[in-house]
């Protein structure tokens, strides 16, 4: 099993930044990402990387979001720069151990995860 908890949400103005943090324990993941929902919307996929460092990133995010993962502490991180109103949602970490999701896991940003934290909060 993965367990997977979520910090560095906030409030936070237009154009500001923040990093969100997803703590990990148990079995290490193959293939993790960051997926956000917003009030009345449905889930949509931010970004992922792979246990080999390679990343995939939303266009919507692409140039202001960043992926990464720090094996040694177990922790996923997504750096956001240039805050948007449209970037105010629930954050939520995702992790899974099956190689046949690690093959795929940046060639898009399918929500199909074995493993979700609780969320985190980010208020733009």
């Known amino acids: 099993d993965v367990q997977l908890v979520e910090s560095g949400g906030g409030s936070v103005q237009a154009g500001g930044s923040l990093r969100l943090y997803c703590t990990a324990s148990?079995?290490?993941?193959?293939?993790m990402g960051w997926f956000r929902q917003a009030p009345g919307k449905e889930r949509e996929g931010v970004a992922a990387?792979?246990?080999?460092?390679?990343?995939n990133h939303a266009d919507s995010v692409k140039g202001r979001f960043t992926i990464s993962l720090d094996k040694a502490k177990n922790t996923l991180y997504l750096q956001m720069y240039s805050l948007k109103a449209v970037d105010s949602a629930k954050y939520y970490c995702?992790?899974?151990?099956?190689?046949?999701?690690?093959?795929?896991?940046?060639?898009?940003?399918?929500?199909?995860?074995?493993?979700w934290g609780q969320g985190t909060q980010v208020t733009v």
């Open positions: 148990g079995y290490s993941s193959l293939c």
């Open positions: 990387i792979r246990s080999d460092g390679m990343t």
């Open positions: 995702a992790a899974d151990l099956r190689w046949s999701k690690w093959i795929r896991c940046t060639a898009g940003l399918a929500d199909d995860f074995g493993y």
